[in-house]
């Protein structure tokens, strides 16, 4: 019987589960090495811990590691339903929150170990918390693609920690009430952009898209519906989407380095953001800052029983 120690959260309604014990050991290569030995050896514990019959599709895990950085208070590998995911903003929010809730961290910096770099959390009480994100990028502007059955559109195509497909106009509300469509049409967009062979930098596959519309929290400035891998739904405003439109705003002169944006997310929650420049010899990049809120939601051991038909958990996301 493997025990599996536990701390759920959630940030701006969407589910966070962090490893605390009781997972593979990776060895003491960097975080990326240790990503891919997971995910060529022990995938059957990711889809064991977020999938059923022990978590659900929307959940995303978080493997606590020790940081290859020694500047770092902790490492973590992030993963979902159907994979892994290079860094998460609504997650590290709740890992920073997980860690103050076990006595690993007190209120002020810390430094998170990531697949994809090193990024910094700021926790200001039990609950809130800043991300300065990975250096985010447009890659290109309003590129085309045709999705069948719906038509052509355009989207820009950004890095903020994952690849994104950013699209501004479409016939679509964005409103709880119409996920279901919202769901289909940006599942039908990811599959024409793979068709297509539309990527990201160095033939990255994107897989999150991102549509806009008229916020209706106060103070916001849009609000998002986000598709993520597994064909589920970020129901924050996405951490690394909103990275990746800060650095869409910025290479259109439309938000000035340290001026706040307010994203809204599709349940109502809000992520507070700006961004300042990279460094000089990274023209057009720039450097994102993430705040938002999380909430711990429970504690528990999962109990792995090599017995169990199910052990693995149940993979049906798509």
């Not at 609504?90 to 770099?117: C, E, F, Q, S």
């Not at 990049?285 to 999380?294: D, K, N």
């Amino acid at each position: 019987m493997q025990r599996v120690k536990v701390v759920d959260s959630h940030t701006g309604g969407e589910p966070t589960r962090v490893v605390v014990s009781g997972g593979p050991d990776l060895g003491r290569g960097t975080m990326a090495e240790r990503l891919a030995r997971f995910k060529n050896e022990f995938d059957w514990f990711r889809s064991a811990v977020v999938n059923e019959p022990r978590g659900s599709d929307v959940i995303v895990g978080a493997l606590l590691c020790e940081p290859h950085d020694a500047s770092c208070a902790a490492g973590v590998i992030f993963f979902n339903n159907v994979g892994y995911l290079g860094m998460c903003g609504h997650g590290t929010i709740g890992l920073a929150v997980t860690l103050a809730h076990l006595g690993r961290a007190n209120a002020g910096a810390m430094k998170i170990d990531t697949p994809v770099g090193v990024v910094e959390a700021i926790l200001e009480d039990r609950n809130v918390a800043t991300v300065n994100n990975v250096v985010s990028w447009r890659d290109r502007k309003l590129w085309p693609v045709d999705v069948p059955g719906y038509g052509k559109f355009a989207g820009d195509i950004a890095w903020g920690g994952n690849w994104f497909y950013l699209i501004y106009e479409h016939p679509f509300q964005i409103s709880p009430g119409n996920v279901e469509q919202l769901t289909e049409f940006t599942w039908a967009v990811r599959q024409a952009l793979t068709k297509e062979g539309i990527t990201g930098s160095g033939g990255a596959e994107i897989d999150h898209i991102e549509l806009y519309g008229p916020p209706q929290a106060k103070g916001a400035q849009s609000k998002n519906f986000v598709l993520c891998p597994g064909k589920i739904y970020d129901r924050s405003p996405c951490g690394t989407g909103t990275s990746a439109k800060l650095a869409c705003l910025a290479a259109n002169g439309k938000l000035k380095p340290g001026e706040m944006y307010v994203q809204e997310g599709i349940l109502g929650s809000v992520f507070e953001a700006t961004y300042a420049p990279a460094e000089k010899d990274m023209p057009g990049r720039v450097l994102p800052t993430i705040r938002g809120s999380a909430y711990v939601t429970g504690e528990a051991e999962l109990l792995l029983d090599a017995k169990d038909p199910f052990r693995n958990g149940i993979a049906v996301g798509a």
